[in-house]
């Protein structure tokens, strides 16, 4: 399940468009999930428990920490999870960071 600011939920067709554009895609699924489930390509794994700091590195750090750009609190951010719970989660502790 995938959830977006202005569409709380998205389907995988939905997804693949936005996509295309310049769309962050965060999933926060736990490492385990995705070796046994399998990676969603051009995303990028943050488990929940790990997000609010990450959110809150700096962008060197985060590089270094998961091998992508930093999203900036303007970007575009989607975020997945199995259920779409920790999703819901993710988005409301991006929002609260200030991310729009």
């Known amino acids: 399940s995938f959830c977006a600011g ?3 939920s998205l389907s995988y067709p ?18 385990w999930e995705i070796d046994r489930f ?13 997000l609010v700091e990450a959110l809150q590195m700096n962008p060197a750090e985060f590089k270094e920490q998961y091998n992508q750009k930093m999203p900036s609190k303007s970007d575009p ?9 920790r999703s819901k989660q993710a988005l409301g502790f991006a929002i609260s960071l200030g991310f729009s």
């Open 14 to 31: 939905e997804l693949k468009e936005l996509k295309k554009t310049n769309v962050v895609h965060i999933d926060v699924r736990e490492r």
């Open 38 to 50: 399998g990676k969603i390509p051009a995303s990028i794994n943050i488990p929940l428990g790990e």
């Open 6 to 8: 202005g569409a709380p």
């Open 77 to 85: 951010v989607v975020f997945s999870c199995l259920a779409g719970n």
